[in-house]
């Protein structure tokens, strides 16, 4: 059964087979998170050229601004529009660092599953 786009997007399994893992262990761990070089099941070098990864950086960027905006308009409404600027500094600080593991993995999930035109799925491998 072939995998979906979204599944594969979200559990960050291969962009070319949508089955290994791009990373080993969890989004939260103490460990920090290490990527496969290639993918276990398809054998994908998930580094498509040297420097690839600088590129998720952008990626990483514009996850961030879309938390921070949205943190800080919900901070708006909770707090019935409070003008206190510590409560907002507060809050985007804690979302931006309890987010952080998340941005890192799925700014590389998103940039090798939607741009970056020359890796493409392939069928023959999702099996
Ligand atoms: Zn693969």
């Known amino acids: 059964m072939a995998t979906s786009k979204f599944e594969a997007v979200a559990q960050a399994k291969c962009p070319k087979c949508r089955r290994g893992k791009i990373f080993l262990g969890p989004v939260y761990s103490f460990k920090g998170q290490k990527m496969n070089e290639h993918c276990p099941n398809c054998g994908m070098k998930y580094e498509v050229e040297p420097g690839y990864f600088y590129a998720a950086m952008y990626v990483s960027y514009a996850l961030n601004v879309a938390e921070i ?9 909770l707090s019935g529009g409070s003008e206190n600027p510590m409560l907002y500094i ?38």
Do not use: C, Q
């Not at 905006?69 to 409404?77: E, G």
């Open 90 to 127: 507060g809050t985007i600080f804690t979302v931006i660092f309890l987010l952080a593991p998340f941005n890192y993995r799925y700014s590389r999930v998103i940039l090798l599953h939607w741009l970056s035109p020359k890796v493409k799925y392939n069928s023959e491998y999702d099996k």
């Open 69 to 77: 905006v949205t943190t800080a308009m919900l901070t708006y409404y």
